[in-house]
């Protein structure tokens, strides 16, 4: 059975850090691309970055881009989300998601920002 | 980044026929944008019903189909059951970074 289980998600002031983790199991995590989305609450979908098989290829979305890092360890078949200088408008659900056809999608994490 | 975009919301009978569209701001959606459509259910994952343009997972049912249609990519349902009604969103692919449409709400009455 496929699964995508998200962690490090929580309450965090504008400014600060987190690091999100998506452990992957039940598929051959390292022949993928791997992506993280999130939702905001009531919102739609919205991408956030991908990673390619080896790690050697990045895209953000531009409202991330130079806060936020994606990387992967495919020897622990896990993906992690860096998030820095964090704003209230990346308050979201934030889910790994991966497979061939985006398949394969974590429950997610939610992240608030709030003073 | 492209905007991508869907009608907010559309309405179709039990039975009826109804297509969603997702046309992007750099002009013709082509299937090099590789569209995906997905199903959000209230509390519940997004599911994959569409992939590269037209392609169906096992578990999409047989009244979905994907096209490209006017220029954009289009999500079209024959013979809509109450339990269609869902929020659809496509996605497209811009040679790596993906955009996300807004969501179509879909109420089936």
């Known amino acids: 059975e496929v699964q995508l289980v998200e962690s490090g998600g929580g309450l965090v002031q504008p400014g600060g850090s987190l690091r999100l983790s998506c452990a992957a199991s039940g598929f051959t995590f390292s022949s993928f691309w791997m992506t993280w989305v999130r939702q905001a609450p009531g919102k739609g979908l919205e991408w956030v970055a991908n990673?390619?098989?080896?790690?050697?290829?990045?895209y953000y979305a531009d409202s991330v881009k130079g806060r936020f890092t994606i990387s992967r360890d495919n020897a622990k078949n896990s993906l992690y989300l860096q998030m820095n200088s964090l704003r209230a408008e990346d308050t979201a659900v934030y889910s790994c998601?991966?497979?061939?056809?985006?398949?394969?999608w974590g429950q997610g994490t939610l992240v608030t920002v709030s003073s | 980044q492209a905007v991508v975009t869907q009608e907010p919301s559309l309405t179709v009978s039990p039975g009826g026929t109804v297509t969603l569209t997702c046309g992007s701001s750099?002009?013709?959606?082509?299937?090099?944008?590789?569209p995906h459509w997905f199903q959000q259910k209230p509390g519940q994952v997004p599911r994959t019903l569409i992939y590269d343009t037209s392609n169906k997972h096992f578990w999409t049912p047989a009244r979905f189909s994907g096209s490209l249609l006017g220029g954009k990519a289009a999500l079209t349902l024959s013979g809509a059951q109450p339990e269609d009604e869902a929020e659809y969103s496509c996605?497209?692919?811009?040679?790596?970074?993906?955009?996300f449409g807004g969501g179509t709400k879909l109420t089936v009455l």
């Open positions: 996605l497209l692919s811009y040679s790596g970074p993906w955009v």
């Open positions: 750099t002009g013709t959606v082509t299937s090099g944008h590789r």
């Open positions: 990673v390619k098989q080896d790690g050697s290829v990045k």
């Open positions: 998601v991966g497979g061939a056809a985006a398949d394969y």
